[in-house]
């Protein structure tokens, strides 16, 4: 397994921007997120947030991930989802293995749901995208809702210029809530319902991996100098702690970093 050595790219001469809040799972996607707004020139307040979900191991991995990429601060905040269930993720029946008990929809024979066609509703996120239609039983009840709500929250107390999530909806798992509707939906909230917001300067909602596949984004982070070895995707752990390799979030990763032509260092030999 990887340590906590500093990984992470800033090129010389890049101006500060300010102050960004990066909300940081300790998966994949996340960390690349908060490498990319590093990069970029801000200064990130990493927030994770313990919401009840099983592969508690994410959480240690946020820490590791936040300390190596340079987060200026690094909060936790307990807030337990899991109270009203709703999802297998939070402990609601089983966790889908090899593509079952997925809520309608087939997951691809390569290990990813199949993106939707640019343009249509269930790219857009419009309200009329199959209703629950392909969205599996880890899909957490208005988790992003949820947790980017809480970032708008510390990036306007902390006078954050931008909020920084790592949602996809190209390799993704069906979530409405990983849809470029749903971000520019949150946008409007920014605007219209914070003091920021009234005042003309509404933390901008950042999605850099929207539109990118899991292996471009992998090769994203690595040009960035992200140690993948420090991050965590499995929903179902083995006993030994380490990764299932049949949940669907670790046959996306898996696709990603074979159509990456990369080796995934989690899995290397003696991580």
């Given at each position: 397994?990887s340590?906590?050595?500093?990984?992470?790219?800033?090129?010389?001469?890049?101006?500060?921007?300010?102050?960004?809040?990066?909300?940081?799972?300790?998966?994949?996607?996340s960390?690349t997120a908060?490498?990319?707004?590093?990069?970029?020139?801000?200064?990130?307040?990493?927030?994770?947030v313990?919401?009840?979900?099983r592969?508690?191991?994410?959480?240690e991995?946020?820490r590791?991930?936040?300390?190596?990429?340079?987060?200026?601060?690094?909060?936790?905040?307990?807030?337990?989802?899991?109270?009203?269930?709703?999802?297998?993720?939070?402990?609601?029946?089983?966790?889908?293995?090899?593509?079952?008990?997925?809520?309608?929809?087939?997951?691809?024979a390569?290990?990813?749901?199949?993106?939707?066609?640019?343009?249509?509703?269930?790219?857009?996120?419009?309200?009329?995208?199959?209703?629950?239609?392909?969205?599996p039983?880890?899909?957490?009840?208005?988790?992003?809702?949820?947790?980017l709500s809480?970032?708008?929250?510390?990036?306007?107390?902390?006078g954050?210029?931008?909020?920084?999530?790592?949602?996809?909806?190209v390799?993704f798992?069906?979530?409405?809530?990983c849809?470029p509707?749903?971000?520019?939906?949150?946008?409007?909230?920014?605007?219209?319902?914070?003091r920021?917001g009234l005042?003309?300067?509404?933390?901008?909602?950042?999605?850099?991996l929207?539109?990118?596949?899991?292996?471009?984004?992998?090769?994203?982070?690595?040009?960035?100098?992200?140690?993948?070895?420090?991050?965590w995707?499995?929903?179902?752990?083995?006993?030994?702690?380490?990764?299932?390799?049949?949940?669907?979030s670790c046959?996306?990763?898996?696709?990603?970093?074979?159509e990456?032509?990369v080796e995934?260092?989690?899995?290397a030999?003696?991580?």
């Amino acid at each position: 397994m990887s340590g906590s050595a500093r990984c992470g790219y800033r090129p010389e001469g890049v101006a500060p921007k300010g102050r960004a809040v990066v909300l940081l799972s300790g998966g994949l996607d996340s960390a690349t997120a908060l490498a990319i707004a590093h990069a970029e020139g801000w200064d990130c307040l990493a927030l994770t947030v313990r919401y009840g979900q099983r592969h508690e191991l994410e959480v240690e991995r946020a820490r590791r991930v936040a300390e190596a990429l340079g987060a200026v601060e690094h909060r936790l905040i307990d807030l337990d989802l899991s109270a009203w269930g709703g999802s297998s993720l939070v402990g609601d029946g089983e966790i889908p293995i090899d593509g079952a008990n997925v809520a309608g929809g087939a997951v691809a024979a390569e290990g990813g749901r199949v993106a939707p066609e640019p343009g249509t509703p269930a790219a857009t996120g419009a309200p009329e995208a199959g209703g629950a239609a392909g969205i599996p039983s880890t899909y957490v009840p208005a988790r992003n809702t949820v947790l980017l709500s809480l970032a708008l929250a510390w990036a306007e107390a902390s006078g954050a210029g931008a909020i920084f999530l790592g949602v996809s909806a190209v390799d993704f798992s069906g979530y409405p809530d990983c849809r470029p509707g749903f971000i520019a939906a949150f946008q409007e909230v920014a605007r219209v319902a914070t003091r920021a917001g009234l005042e003309g300067r509404a933390p901008v909602i950042r999605a850099p991996l929207l539109h990118k596949s899991k292996a471009e984004t992998i090769r994203w982070g690595l040009a960035l100098e992200v140690d993948y070895g420090l991050t965590w995707s499995c929903y179902n752990p083995r006993p030994d702690g380490r990764p299932c390799r049949s949940c669907d979030s670790c046959r996306l990763r898996a696709r990603g970093f074979a159509e990456a032509e990369v080796e995934d260092p989690l899995l290397a030999p003696g991580a």
